[in-house]
C-alpha cells in the first residue's frame, strides 16, 4: 500500500508563489508523480506530471508559471508555483502511478486573493 501526506497549501495574493509537498510511503517502486487540482463545480485537471526520469509535463495553464520536480531519495515529488492567479485556486492532489496502480493523497486547498 501507498500513502501521500501533502503539505504547503494555504492563502497567497494574486502574484505570489507557493510551494507544495508530497511525501510518498509504503511500496514505492519508481513510479511516476504527478499534481491535479479540482475547483469547485469543476472536474479534476492534470496540472503537472513527473516521470522517475525526470520528464515533466504541464497543463498549458500552468506553463511558465509552475515547476515540478522530485527527489527520489525522499520519496518526495514538489509542486512550486510562481505568479498565482485567482483561477489557481482550487484543491490540489498528489498523484502516484506504478505497477497498473494509482494512488491519491487528501487534497489540499490553495486560494488565491484578487
Known amino acids: 500500500q501507498v500513502q501521500l501526506v501533502e503539505s504547503g497549501g494555504g492563502l497567497v495574493q494574486s502574484g505570489g508563489s507557493l510551494r507544495l509537498s508530497c511525501a510518498a510511503s509504503?511500496?514505492?517502486?519508481?513510479?511516476?508523480m504527478a499534481w491535479y487540482r479540482q475547483a469547485p463545480g469543476k472536474g479534476r485537471e492534470m496540472v503537472a506530471i513527473?516521470?522517475?526520469?525526470?520528464?515533466?509535463n504541464y497543463a498549458d495553464s500552468v506553463k511558465g508559471r509552475f515547476t515540478i520536480s522530485r527527489d527520489n531519495a525522499k520519496s518526495t515529488v514538489y509542486l512550486q508555483m510562481n505568479s498565482l492567479k485567482p483561477e489557481d485556486t482550487s484543491v490540489y492532489y498528489c498523484?502516484?502511478?506504478?505497477?497498473?496502480?494509482?494512488?491519491w493523497g487528501q487534497g489540499i486547498q490553495v486560494t488565491v486573493s484578487s
Open positions: 513527473i516521470s522517475t526520469g525526470g520528464s515533466t
Open positions: 509504503g511500496s514505492i517502486f519508481s513510479p511516476a
Open positions: 498523484n502516484l502511478y506504478q505497477t497498473g496502480s494509482t494512488f
